[in-house]
């Protein structure tokens, strides 16, 4: 191993192979398993922000309905508690996504991702969840010219639509917030994203769903989905439950509706978290305002502050496992440890000798567009959302409300938009899939080295409506 490679694998080797958020004294035990047979209006299978949102707005919606949430291990102990904190209020993963898929519609998707971030702040008050909730948001840095440019793009776009709350850094302001000398400068949305403690806003939620009388289950994985009489029967390994109507927010792991499995793939995202920084470090880099902050790439980091002051470094590298198959093992990958290492002290060189404490991964669900999709099943019966691409820690709140709209076969604005009522492309078979994304994922880091140029095979897969991302 090279000098320089040592230096960045002795940053990395008191970490702990455990995500930050989910190594928390406070964590809640986990709830007895279901055992024998329950009955209730709405079952909800997923103890992550997809199902605990749903079983949340179920009961706000209307107390009387009977509701009850399965989980196959702990809520939140997968993608919800091992995710960056980012809370952001686009529900089409950034407005470049959005307007390239529904551009008549992007007005109305705005106001509702600002709505819908809104009362995900209003519940954490209500309920009083203590996840260090603070709407600070985000500054998308470009690190290399092109970058810039589409900044200025982007920029352009939204105020020429009236998107208001964006803001334009040039070098100097950029560095001014937080200083990189890789920064060239920024795009701040300054109301449109929040930071947070992801671990912590899922048992929050799960405390508030139990407080408004949700009957939960953990250790208690949905093992099939069929019709029962005028409802639907979901066994778990010691017992069932029979419900009037079913929402599956499983997201990453095979959906209970087989139809949907190809709409998703499974891709590992790892990320660092390093010792709190000294006094002294946090003047060297600055941050006073503690944003997100996420760089341009296409293999790109996200990075942001801790209530304890540490940094979060994630992002860069995409695994997808050939065959979609999720293990345990996969949740850490030394090599990308190495890379993140690397890339964090190019980015931070003033924080050389600063050490990492934790280092995790996990797998999210992607799918083709990016963004979520949804739909019913079972005359109705059965409603999923699923496919967040990694920004699920707000929209799966919007997702929920789409899932109880879908379920109660209500008319609303929601349920009109051509984002719900249209998919994504499928993916394909092995080892189609396997092949075409290492070929997206190869073509995306030329892409990266070559200025933006995108080759014959992005501009492809952009025609087709396809793509990948971290």
């Known amino acids: 191993m090279a000098p320089a490679a040592m230096t960045f694998a002795s940053s990395l080797s008191d970490a702990q192979p455990v995500a930050y958020w989910l190594d928390d004294p406070g964590r809640p035990a986990a709830l007895p398993a279901l055992t024998g047979t329950e009955q209730c209006d709405l079952l909800v299978v997923g103890g992550g922000y997809s199902g605990l949102w749903t079983a949340l707005l179920a009961k706000e919606r209307d ?27 686009s529900l089409t993963h950034g407005l470049g996504n959005g307007l390239a898929r529904w551009p008549e519609e992007m007005p109305l998707l705005e106001e509702l991702g600002a709505r819908n971030l809104d009362a995900i702040g209003e519940a954490v008050a209500r309920h009083g969840i203590d996840c260090d909730f603070e709407r600070t948001g985000e500054i998308d840095v470009a690190t290399e010219p092109h970058q810039l440019r589409e ?7 939204a105020t020429r639509l009236g998107f208001s709350g964006r803001e334009l850094l040039d070098r100097d302001a950029v560095r001014a917030e937080v200083d990189s000398p890789t920064f060239l400068g920024g795009l701040w949305d300054r109301d449109g994203v929040a930071m947070l403690n992801p671990a912590r806003l899922a048992w929050g939620l799960k405390r508030a769903c139990r407080e408004l009388g949700v009957r939960v289950y953990e250790n208690t994985p ?23 109507t ?4 499983t997201n990453v792991f095979p959906s209970l509706v ?13 990320a660092l978290m390093t010792e709190p920084l000294s006094t002294e470090q946090l003047d060297s880099v600055g941050w006073k305002r503690r944003q997100g902050l996420g760089d ?6 996200y990075f942001r502050l801790t209530a304890d002051h540490r940094i979060l470094w994630g992002g860069y590298d995409a695994i997808y496992p050939f065959g979609g198959r999720l293990s345990a093992e996969r949740d850490h990958r030394p090599e990308t440890y190495l890379t993140l290492a690397r890339n964090f002290f190019r980015c931070f060189p003033q924080l050389e000798g600063l050490r990492f404490s934790h280092a995790w991964g996990g797998a999210i669900d992607t799918c083709s567009r990016f963004s979520a999709f949804f739909g019913t099943a079972h005359a109705g019966r059965v409603a999923y959302a699923a496919g967040y691409t990694g920004l699920g820690v707000g929209a799966t709140r919007f997702g929920a409300e ?25 993916f394909p078979p092995e080892p189609v899939a396997w092949a075409g994304i290492g070929i997206t994922k190869w073509s995306m880091a030329r892409a990266d080295a070559n200025g933006g140029r995108r080759n014959l095979w992005l501009r492809a897969m952009d025609r087709l409506g396809l793509g990948f991302d971290s």
């Open 63 to 89: 107390p009387s309905r009977d509701v009850v949430l399965i989980e196959g291990r702990e809520a939140g102990w997968a993608a919800s508690g091992r995710n960056g904190g980012f809370c952001a209020a």
């Open 151 to 157: 900044l200025h793009e982007v920029h352009e776009e």
């Open 222 to 244: 949905g093992l099939d989905l069929v019709r029962h009489g005028a409802g639907m029967a979901v066994r778990t390994p010691y017992g069932r439950v029979l419900a009037r």
């Open 246 to 249: 079913v929402a599956l927010g």
């Open 258 to 270: 087989r139809r949907v499995r190809p709409y998703t793939v499974p891709v590992y995202d790892y």
């Open 296 to 301: 341009s790439a296409n293999q790109f980091h």
């Open 402 to 426: 789409v899932m109880l709209d879908l379920l109660d076969g209500a008319d609303t604005e929601r349920t009109r938009l051509a984002m719900v009522r249209s998919k994504p492309l499928p």
